[in-house]
């Protein structure tokens, strides 16, 4: 992979992976995507100048999702596109490092929501 983010990425890769045990990875759409009881994350890096970390809920969209309400988001990282879908971006690794505790927070609570919906919180 070439991408001036490069770096950013796979410190974006570790961040997911270390928030929660039982998050796995694998390739999906092309891009680096995360595993817990479902694919829930991908990174999108089509775009030169950054990352787009996308978070959802499968492939289809869930209408009794209920992520939207339970992600506690205090530093508005994230976009909503619909109720199961969000989205956030990563300009430069200063902007990662800067936000990185934060997007830890996210992932683990996303991953919480992922066990309870399949049952196993």
């Known amino acids: 992979m070439t991408h001036r983010l490069k770096p950013t990425l796979e410190a974006v ?6 928030a929660d045990p039982a998050i796995t990875e694998g ?5 680096p995507s995360f595993y817990c009881h479902g694919w829930f994350a991908t990174i999108a ?9 996308v978070l959802y809920c499968g492939a289809k969209v869930r209408a ?4 939207s309400e339970g992600i506690d988001d205090s ?13 956030l971006s990563f300009k430069s690794d200063t902007d990662f ?5 934060a997007f830890q927070s996210i992932i683990r609570q996303w991953a919480a929501y992922q066990k309870s919906y399949a049952g196993m919180a």
Do not use: E, G, Y
Request: no cysteine; net charge positive; glycine share 0%.
């Open 45 to 53: 890096s089509h775009k030169p100048t950054q990352l787009d970390i």
């Open 97 to 101: 490092q800067a936000r990185r505790q």
């Open 27 to 31: 390739i999906k759409w092309n891009s």
């Open 75 to 87: 530093q508005r990282l994230l976009t909503w596109p619909s109720k199961d879908r969000a989205l």
């Open 13 to 18: 890769r570790r961040t997911i992976l270390a």
């Open 64 to 67: 009794d999702s209920s992520v």
